[in-house]
């Protein structure tokens, strides 16, 4: 008694520490187990008690659901009475479908009759009181029994597992070895099924010598337990040793070992096992059919799953009555992009639970079909039985981020507040994705600041999210904090954090992520690599750049090799591409449509024709010149060369255009001062024109002055609600401008409802081309206090707007703060624009000196300016001067030419510029012509 006492007193301190709610996880152990100064029965009694490896989960395998009821029973004696078989019966019946009233109440009435001591009775109430979630009431029932039998130990241990418990269930198990009780094949299968769902598979291995060692790997579902656990545990070769051992195999046996391949990453091994079923009589079951189509999902072998889906037939597993192979078939089915035969077994279902629904909602997402999806959802919604969860959710919401689609995403949103999964951190992760891909990176960060709980996944989505909204310093500063409060870094993080290393001030960032890389033992993977030669071609590093593609060469696949291109192409290093390119030809002498893409862009920039017409040579040569991006990118490089005549060649013969082709086409036109043309071509569009068109046909308006055609594609833009498109509205802002009519292009800038930075670009340029350079100034300050960075294309219109107005002092301090200010740096154009400005301001020397000054040898562009303002101001001698640096630099030239005769004629020598003029004349220089456009009738 005395033994007893002591044991029932640490149950009830046990069941006080315990939580009010078992639904919820308790935390890994800070139990005891009982009686821990006796002396174990056998040498792991140590292994057992140790919780601190423990882990909580909240999944309850379906093996496990109710195995108290599918394990060997005690044989019941027969009672002194009828009452007392009554009584049992009633227990028993309470025990199928018990609630705490009814618990309450039987167990008041075995009290009352005095049968509590009788062990099946008092089994069955801790059972009861197990599966209304009410442990600690089993655990002190389980304290006050005497002579606990090994069902009863069996049965308090079931309740445990059922209550996810499972850490004390082995805790428990221990205690029973010391108390020196015998234990049978059904423990030891309630001992496995909690490991399995710890995932410890030391302690599993341990449980399984002790099975051999007491003989009882005969029995068939200790050994189906066994491959279970081995199988979660993700040691699948030992799964599949014990799956071998097994000499009479029952369904459960192949089922387990299917199901195990096929949740290990090995689908071609779970297909396999299953075909050995299917050759055997018996046979498969729901389980083995509905693992084996998704198999056939994962691997793409979607005959296979409708060969499977013919077996599911032959053997009588009708789909609208059997869910796991019906939800397996909805799965195959939109994973195959026949989500018409997924959506008629769906119909066709009798019963739908919430994976049949997930099933289809998330098959709708992946065809694209957002309506069918939503009204799936909405419809669920209306379902008595059914609820959408935290996988529904998780189904929809990159839907509603891969089209951008926020009021639906808010709405979801919404919807997780007022059901309370605010918990679910899959959910929150997808809904700080969705909000960063509709560029509300503020609401993301809003909600990442709010979440109780963050994961690894949290932060990098956050991370990735910034940089992929070109908030880097926010992406920076963040990984930083990551890294010193967690130490877990993944290959995601590098990745999600690489595209915030964007320019050369982020070049040594990027070198520590280089070295996170090669520490956290990624150096080989080819993901990885890639993305670094991006980041170092970003940040102007190419020699670190091609230092990698240089150690992957021979390992390199066309993915490695287009990185390196593209991004060359993408960055302006031109000449670099096409390196490349060369070496990819020599090296392994593969291509695709995206290497093409970018070297035709790479040879248009370049201005390249004959180089242009060999790489297109090369594309009709294969495949890839039949691709649509192909032939756009050879009608943009023949328009970027000046070839209109090839440009429209190329479009005509189009096999099929998009609208692609035709902005292409229309950008050519303008481009090559063949407005009018463009305009033509316009007209004839055959798609409903985008943003891209509207910007370009609004350029060849500016291009032609022509302020009626404008206002016709202004109203067109109105009417298709791209005015809230930013860079439409700075092309607006251009036309109106160039037409006369400053007073329309600032309305247009201010009723913008997003400003971009093109938008006040060409708002700065509009005041300067009006004389308007205060105006200008004001504009720019404007744009610096409402917190965007200037470009280079700024501080040109800044600088042309203060040489047009004469603000020659303020430009040269806009000029000279221009890195240290604003970050910057001085270009040729930028020293082009101080030039112009102190040359028409007659500050002529000042200009020399200027240019003398310069930190690398002046562009001709530079001495062309000072010319420009020596010939404005009859300075014959600087002309002079000047005029025979820019001959020796650009000899060809007429410009420079004819620039020193009209300075020769203002000056009166006569006869300098009639010899300069032969000159001109025996080298056959021409100059372009010029010309005038009136519009007659104009308004």
């Not at 301190?13 to 709610?21: A, D, E, I, V």
């Not at 009233?101 to 008041?108: D, G, P």
């Not at 002498?589 to 970018?598: A, K, P, Q, S």
Request: hydrophobic share 40%; net charge negative; proline share 2%.
């Amino acid at each position: 008694m005395k033994k007893l006492s002591n044991y029932a007193y640490k149950a009830l301190l046990f069941c006080s520490s315990l939580p009010n709610k078992f639904s919820q996880h308790i935390p890994p152990f800070q139990f005891f187990s009982p009686n821990l100064s006796q002396k174990p029965l056998f040498p792991i009694h140590h292994f057992f008690i140790t919780h601190g490896n423990t882990q909580v989960s909240g999944y309850t395998s379906p093996a496990t659901h109710q195995l108290f009821d599918k394990m060997p029973q005690r044989r019941v004696q027969d009672f002194k009475n009828v009452e007392g078989h009554e009584i049992f019966e009633l227990v028993n019946i309470v025990k199928e479908n018990p609630d705490i009233l009814t618990a309450s109440q039987v167990h008041a009435l075995v009290l009352k009759v005095g049968m509590l001591a009788h062990l099946p009775i008092i089994t069955t109430l801790l059972i009861i009181y197990s599966r209304i979630k009410n442990l600690i009431s089993s655990l002190v029932l389980f304290g006050e029994i005497i002579d606990k039998d090994v069902v009863t130990w069996n049965a308090i241990m079931t309740a445990c597992i059922e209550n996810n418990i499972f850490g004390y269930a082995v805790s428990i198990f221990a205690e029973m070895m010391n108390e020196g009780e015998q234990f049978d094949s059904a423990t030891l299968v309630i001992v496995i099924s909690a490991l399995s769902n710890m995932r410890d598979l030391r302690k599993g291995l341990v449980v399984h010598c002790l099975s051999m060692k007491m003989g009882m790997l005969s029995d068939s579902i200790l050994g189906n337990a066994l491959i279970d656990f081995y199988a979660k545990c993700g040691n699948l070769s030992l799964s599949e040793c014990v799956f071998l051992e097994i000499e009479c195999k029952d369904v459960v046996s192949w089922n387990s070992v299917i199901s195990g391949c096929l949740n290990n990453g090995r689908a071609e091994k779970s297909l396999l096992y299953f075909k050995q079923l299917a050759g055997l009589v018996k046979g498969g079951d729901t389980v083995s059919l509905s693992s084996a189509i998704a198999a056939s999902a994962c691997l793409d072998e979607f005959g296979c799953g409708q060969a499977i889906h013919g077996c599911v037939i032959k053997l009588g597993y009708e789909e609208s009555c059997h869910l796991s192979v019906a939800n397996s078939l909805i799965s195959l089915y939109s994973q195959s992009g026949d989500i018409d035969a997924a959506e008629y077994i769906f119909d066709k279902m009798e019963y739908k639970d919430i994976i049949t629904w997930n099933s289809m909602i998330s098959g709708f997402a992946l065809n694209g079909k957002i309506g069918e999806a939503f009204d799936d959802l909405h419809e669920m919604q209306f379902t008595r039985t059914i609820e959408p969860d935290a996988v529904t959710l998780i189904s929809i919401i990159p839907l509603v981020a891969e089209f951008t689609l926020l009021r639906e995403g808010k709405a979801i949103h919404g919807f997780t507040i007022r059901r309370e999964m605010g918990a679910e951190l899959p959910v929150m992760n997808a809904l700080m994705d969705m909000y960063f891909n509709c560029t509300r990176a503020k609401d993301a960060e809003n909600l990442f600041l709010n979440m109780s709980k963050k994961d690894l996944v949290s932060w990098n989505t956050i991370i990735s999210g910034y940089s992929q909204n070109g908030r880097c310093r926010e992406a920076q500063s963040l990984f930083k904090k990551f890294r010193s409060g967690i130490s877990k870094c993944s290959l995601s993080t590098l990745l999600g954090i690489l595209p915030a290393c964007d320019s050369p001030n982020s070049v040594q960032f990027g070198k520590l992520i280089h070295s996170w890389e090669v520490k956290l033992g990624f150096v080989n993977n080819i993901i990885l690599v890639n993305s670094l030669m991006y980041m170092y071609i970003s940040c102007g590093d190419l020699v670190a750049s091609f230092k990698l593609l240089e150690e992957i060469a021979y390992n390199a696949d066309v993915v490695s090799w287009n990185t390196v291109i593209s991004g060359c192409t993408q960055n302006g290093h031109f000449w670099e591409a096409l390196n490349a390119f060369k070496l990819m030809r020599l090296k392994s002498n593969i291509h695709d449509t995206i290497t093409l893409v970018n070297i035709i862009s790479a040879y248009g920039n370049l201005e390249l024709t004959y180089e242009g017409k060999s790489i297109h040579a090369l594309a009709l040569k294969t495949s890839a010149g039949q691709d649509i991006r192909v032939q756009n990118a050879l009608i943009t490089m023949y328009g970027k060369s000046s070839d209109v005549e090839n440009a429209r060649s190329g479009f005509e013969l189009c096999f099929y255009h998009n609208l692609c082709s035709w902005n292409c086409m229309i950008s050519t036109l303008a481009q090559n001062k063949n407005s009018k043309e463009a305009i033509e071509l316009f007209r004839f569009l055959e798609f409903e024109p985008d943003e891209i068109t509207m910007a370009t046909v609004l350029s060849a308006c500016r291009q032609l002055g022509i302020i009626r055609h404008g206002k016709q594609i202004h109203a067109h833009v109105i009417r298709s609600g791209f005015y809230k498109n930013a860079f439409v509205s700075a092309a607006l802002v251009d036309m109106y401008s160039s037409c006369g009519r400053l007073d329309i292009a600032h309305q247009v800038f201010q009723s913008s409802e997003e400003i971009s930075l093109a938008a006040w670009n060409s708002m700065i340029s509009a005041c300067g081309f009006h004389s308007n350079g205060q105006k200008a100034i004001d504009i720019f300050h404007e744009m610096i206090y409402s917190g965007l960075t200037p470009s280079k294309v700024t501080f040109i219109n800044l600088l042309t707007a203060c040489s047009h107005t004469g603000l020659v002092d303020q430009g040269f301090w806009y000029y000279n703060h221009m890195l240290d200010e604003f970050g910057v740096q001085p270009s040729t154009e930028h020293q082009v624009c101080v030039v112009d400005m102190l040359g028409r301001s007659g500050r002529l020397h000042e200009a020399y000196n200027f240019i003398k000054e310069l930190p690398r040898p002046p562009d001709p562009g530079i001495w062309g300016a000072l010319l420009s303002a020596c010939n404005y101001h009859g300075d014959l001698q600087l002309g002079k001067e000047v005029a025979n640096i820019l001959f020796s630099l650009e000899p060809e030239n007429v410009g420079y030419h004819l620039a020193l005769s009209n300075i020769y004629v203002a000056t009166g020598s006569w006869n300098e510029a009639g010899e300069l003029r032969d000159i001109v004349h025996r080298k056959g220089l021409r100059k372009s012509a010029a010309y005038s456009i009136i519009d007659v009738g104009s308004s």
